[in-house]
Structures are given as C-alpha cells and as structure tokens.
C-alpha cells in the first residue's frame, strides 16, 4: 500500500501500487490535464516576446487533494488559485522548464495519455527544442514561435504582426545583435 | 500488450497491462465522468416519478475514441450525441440497472475514485436500494427520493411538491394501492 501518501489521505483511497497511481494519473491528466503552449510579450527578453509551455491540471478547491497527490508524485511544480476563478478553483502548475525536461514529459513519454496524446508530442517537441536552445537565434525563433502559434489555443496576436514586431526590433538594435554568448541565456528565463 | 483493443486503437499507444487501463479509467472518470441521479416525472408509473440513476463520460467529438474504450471494457452501455451538445460532443452512458449492479458498481467499488468517491458511493448506495425494491412501496419511494434529491445537482421540482403529488396520487387510487405483486414490475423501468 502507498502509505508515502498518508499526510495526504488513506492510504485504503489509493491503488496499491504506484505503477497504478500512475495510470491512474494518466487518466486523469488525459480528462483534467493541459500541456499549454502559450505566446507572451515581454520586453526585457531579447525578441520581446516568450514562448511559455506550462503544464496544469485544474480541480474544484473541495477536490484540491488529488493536486496534492500530483505535486507530491512528480515532486515539482506549485498549487495556486486558477486565474480568473480564484474563489472555486485551483491549479496545479508545473512551467520550469527544468521540471517539465526531467519529470513531466519523461513521465508521459512513459506513461502515454490517450486523448491528449498530440497534445503532450507537440509541447514536449516544444519544451525540447527550447531546451536544445533554438529559440536563441532570430530563426531558430522564429520557427519555433510558428509551430507554438498553431498550437496556443487562443492567442490575442496575429502571427505576423508578432513576426514584424521582432524583425523591427532585431534590424533596429545592432547592440542586441553583437550580444555575448553568455548573455544569451537571459533570453528566456 | 492489449491487443484486444487493436480494433480501435494501436496497441502501443496503451498502457501495458488491463489492470493498469482500468486504473487509467479510474483516473479518466475522476476527471470526466459522472455518477448521476435524476428525479423524473414519469406518468406511467406508480408514484409519477422515477429515481434514475445514470453513469457517464463526456468527450468531445474527435477524442470519442476513449468512449469506446469503454465500452469495450465495461462490455455494456453505448455512445450517443450529448444531449444539449448534440454537434460537438458525445457521451458514453450506461443507464441499465443490470448494467450498473453487475459491472459499473463492482468495477468502481474495486478501483476507487479519489475526487468522486462520494458521489460514487451514494450512487452505489441508491442503485442497491432500487436492486432490492425499496421504492416499490410509498415509504420506501419516499426515503429513496428525499436521499436521491440531496445528491441530484439541479431539480427543477422542490421536494415537497413532489413528496405531496405522489401522496394525492397514492391516496387518490385505490386501485394501484391493491395492484397485484407483479404489476409493481412496472414501478420502474
């Protein structure tokens, strides 16, 4: 019996083994779950803008236990109120891109969802490529900030008008161009 | 491997082991399913309602491929477009009590829910009252009902003018008080 959960609810509750509680897990990310990929502008990055994967799972604040479970098994990640329905809900939210290289998506690589599964290939494909350092050069950028847009759900910009605002800034800023490789890496935090 | 799902889904793409895709389910229904009772006018009945407990799953259109999983699995219920959300989504449903006694139930009371197991075990508690015939009598169709009636999420009744129309009825017929025992067949569906 899974009694590593017992601060959090009896153990008789639970599967009785963790290969279990991780399909379990599965499903419920499969119903619950969200590998989001979202576009955000933010000045003080080197092309103004980030590409920002994030992985949440949603759950009544009456219901918020299983969060706990969650962040407890991946060991990573944080619970807050969901925005926009602070009052009645609550998320589970896992976006350093650390945790998601080394825990998130080696556990779905794992453990497949089912629904979600073009989903968890593009973010991971995503969060691999950021992490490989693509988004580091204007091209490698660009690329990448054309597949994240097919894939954010909703995003308030046009794609082309993302794409100018960075070609005028990046032929505008000569300084930016001649940066130092180590300064590269507060491109993205 | 599983191949018996083979039909509908490639293999690899699911867990290893059915006991770990029954785990999965539990995680799926945790986030996506419901353990439901409804209280429906039915004139053709003794008392004019009906306590009707349904178990189902909603997915959208294009991911109904985990429906049918299901079905496969519990080997009952079937898949029709979601009432209200007939374009878009679909509903895998399983109202037959034989159904729910023999397979959901059992299935639910071995691989417990974690978020729904209260709502699944008054749903459990209610179809075993029905399995055994409480309702078949005035008081018994009352108890059922008043507990039905807490777990139902929204009624469009208030209680007691339903409690008080089946009194009127009951006490207005003399002839169902004195229905033979196996007419009460036909209390409920």
Redo the contacts between chains.
Sequence with gaps: MLYEFKDL?DPM???HRR??????????????GCFSISIKKQEDTRFGWVIDPVFHVT?RKE?A??LY?LKKVFNCGRIIPKPGQENSMLQYVVDARRSLVEKIIPFFKK??P??K?EEFKNFAEIVERLERGEHKNFKGFKNLLEKAYQLSQKSSYKLNDILLEIERRVGASETIRRAPDKGEDMVQP
């Excluded at 290969?19 to 619950?32: F, H, R, S, T």
Aim: charged share 20%; aromatic share 18%.
């Design positions: 609810i509750m639970l599967p290969k279990y509680l991780y399909y379990y897990i599965v499903g419920l990310v499969d119903g619950e759950q219901k236990l299983v479970l453990h497949k089912i629904i599964w």
